[in-house]
């Protein structure tokens, strides 16, 4: 598999907004269900963070939205691990509209490892660490869309 997980969507009518392009929280939406389906895919599924009572809970988002995107089109959201530390991880982002590779948006979001119990820091254990490989030198040509 490679570094750079790819999770395809296609934009629904009900991701459009009163200006007829897709809604800004909708990239939202997309960018974390890339990020679960990437942590899945890597032996980390929802449930997996469930048994072990501790997980990943967003920090913070930052996006920069770049150009629109409308109803039926193909997007594809790129996105990988840049950081990961001892309490919280960087995960990056491109989001890119299909056939025509045009990026919409870039993106990135802070998460915060937590104990479920008590929704504190916890230390990200070896296992899970062990999981994500951190790409932290990616330029546009690292981002195409073949894998």
Known sequence: MSDIYLHQVEVNES?????????NLVYLRWMIDAA?????ALGWPTDAYQKLGAGW??????IRYLQPAFAGQ???IQTWVATMKR???LR????????DE????????????VDYTNGTPKKVPDEVVA???VVDDVDDNDLAMAE
């Not at 991701?15 to 809604?23: K, T």
Request: charged content about 20%.
């Open 74 to 76: 193909q997007i594809v």
């Open 36 to 40: 679960l389906a990437h942590s899945a």
């Open 87 to 89: 309490l919280r991880s």
């Open 102 to 113: 045009t990026v919409l948006a870039s993106a990135s979001t802070e998460w915060a490892f």
């Open 92 to 99: 990056c982002y491109k989001i890119i509209r299909l056939p």
């Open 131 to 133: 999981a994500f490989r």
């Open 57 to 62: 809970v967003v920090r913070s988002h930052k």
């Open 15 to 23: 991701d459009i907004d009163r200006l007829g392009h897709v809604n």
